[in-house]
């Protein structure tokens, strides 16, 4: 199975200031067809996950464009270029690319400072 | 608009059973996987099933292999998971998800205690 570890597991950031989340993965995620199947997903309390983040880099409708996802092989980082307050809640990475199992990372919680 | 309403979750005693469906809207549910992902309570996501297209192909966590069934009936948009032999640690909200990963139900919470 594929381990995803998430850090840091709790970022209080001031609004208007930058965040960053790390995931590694302990195998490659590029797949045989090319890409890399590692999403991003912001859950708010009481709420469904919701995707933000698809292929490692590419932006879900609807997301603002201070999200942005990057990386490459096993290390991957989830920017938010201003945190504002409805980015509060808990952040995870998921691998598609071996699978089965899809596996998440732990999640990450982001409160406002 | 695309919708996945969960429902059949409740309280059970450990060792019984449960039969969760995902009722699919707003898609074409038969040219997509589907997944089941659970949730338990102050915890992190865990994926739990897989079923292709067609629902040919399962594929289980090895936390519920043995004990649950995936299954789908595309002539009816809805996805199903059988869970029997429950467990206390099986106690979580279920999800539903589509093989995007972009679309998920609200969840139906499953509580396992006697």
């Known amino acids: 199975d594929v381990v995803m570890t998430q850090s840091p597991l709790y970022l209080p950031v001031t609004l208007g200031q930058p965040a960053s989340i790390s995931c590694r993965s302990g195998q490659s995620l590029v797949h045989s067809d090319g890409n890399t199947y590692l999403n991003w997903f912001h859950q708010r309390p009481g709420q469904s996950p919701r995707r933000l983040i698809y292929?490692?880099?590419k932006r879900d409708s609807g997301v603002p464009d201070r999200f942005s996802g990057s990386g490459s092989g096993t290390d991957f980082t989830l920017r938010i270029s201003r945190v504002e307050a409805e980015d509060v809640g808990v952040y995870y990475c998921?691998?598609?690319?071996?699978?089965?199992?899809?596996?998440f990372g732990q999640g990450t919680r982001l409160d406002i400072k | 608009e695309v919708q996945l309403v969960e429902s059949g979750g409740g309280l059970v005693q450990p060792g019984g059973s449960l039969r969760l469906s995902c009722a699919a809207s707003?898609?074409?549910?038969?040219?997509?996987?589907m997944n089941w992902v659970r949730q338990a309570p102050e915890k992190g996501l865990e994926w739990v099933s897989g079923i292709t297209e067609n629902g040919n192909k399962t594929y289980y966590a090895d936390s519920v292999k043995g004990r649950f069934t995936i299954s789908r009936e595309n002539s009816k948009n809805m996805l199903f998971l059988q869970l029997n032999s429950l467990r206390a640690e099986d106690t979580a909200i279920y999800y539903c998800?589509?093989?995007?990963?972009?679309?998920w139900g609200q969840g139906t919470l499953v509580t396992v205690s006697s």
């Open positions: 292929k490692l880099s």
């Open positions: 998921m691998q598609a690319t071996l699978w089965p199992p899809i596996t």
């Open positions: 707003g898609f074409t549910f038969s040219v997509y996987a």
């Open positions: 998800a589509d093989s995007t990963w972009h679309n």
